[in-house]
Antibody, heavy 124, light 107 residues
């Protein structure tokens, strides 16, 4: 079955760089139509989409955060990594990774499986 | 970026009620609209994609409709397990964007 799990530091200091890893199973990012996104949610607030990487290594980013974000994949390890530079207390949030599938017919099923999320707190 | 606006932001309803949540896009998104359910402390769960297609395993009491800029999520008969926050999300173009959420509470 499909599973995703986020990992990374629970606490980072302001100005530091955050590195999060999404480790998944049940699908391969080398398979046509597979994509992985990162989404975050500050405490008590709405979901915010951050970035997506697809099977062809195409990458897409949030407009407001694109200068700070980098998404990459390691197909052999079934992992997707997100880095966010210059962390600030407003970046305190639960960070999720989620899969998207695009069928051969072009039907997109966005964010169909999610990880449990990892809470990242930014504080000195 | 495409802005997604949900209404209402919250609602109170009773078990057995029919509930409708609206989502409006700031520009046309065809049917590239998804709905998610989130319970406290849990990851969101995909309910509907392509505006009206039910995700596998999602009960048929959930239904979606709409195209272009206006969409609705309907829960035909609210049950205790349906009290949660619901989000719409557009995937017509990058960056993908979510609505602000609608919290469904017990009356």
């Amino acid at each position: 079955q499909v599973t995703l799990r986020e990992s990374g530091p629970a606490l980072v200091k302001p100005t530091q760089t955050l590195t999060l890893t999404c480790t998944f199973s049940g699908f391969s990012l080398s398979t046509s139509g597979m994509c992985v996104s990162w989404i975050r949610q500050p405490p008590g607030k709405a979901l915010e989409w951050l970035a997506l990487i697809d099977w062809d290594d195409d990458k897409y980013y949030s407009t407001s955060l694109k200068t700070r974000l980098t998404i990459s994949k390691d197909t052999s390890k079934n992992q997707v990594v997100l880095t966010m530079t210059n962390m600030d207390p407003v970046d305190t949030a639960t960070y999720y990774c989620a899969r998207t599938t695009i069928t051969f017919g072009g039907v997109i099923a966005p964010l169909d499986y999610w990880g449990q999320g990892t809470l990242v707190t930014v504080s000195s | 970026d495409i802005q997604m606006t949900q209404s209402p932001s919250s609602l109170s309803a009773s078990v057995g009620d029919r509930v409708t949540i609206t989502c409006r896009a700031s520009q046309g998104i065809s049917n590239y609209l998804a709905w998610f359910q989130q319970k406290p402390g849990k990851a969101p769960k995909s309910l509907i994609y392509a505006a009206s297609s039910l995700q596998s395993g999602v009960p048929s009491k959930f239904s979606g409709s709409g195209s272009g800029t206006d969409f609705t999520l309907t829960i035909s008969s609210l049950q205790p397990e349906d009290f949660a926050t619901y989000y719409c999300q557009q995937y017509n173009s990058y960056p993908w964007t979510f609505g602000q959420g609608t919290k469904v509470e017990i009356k």
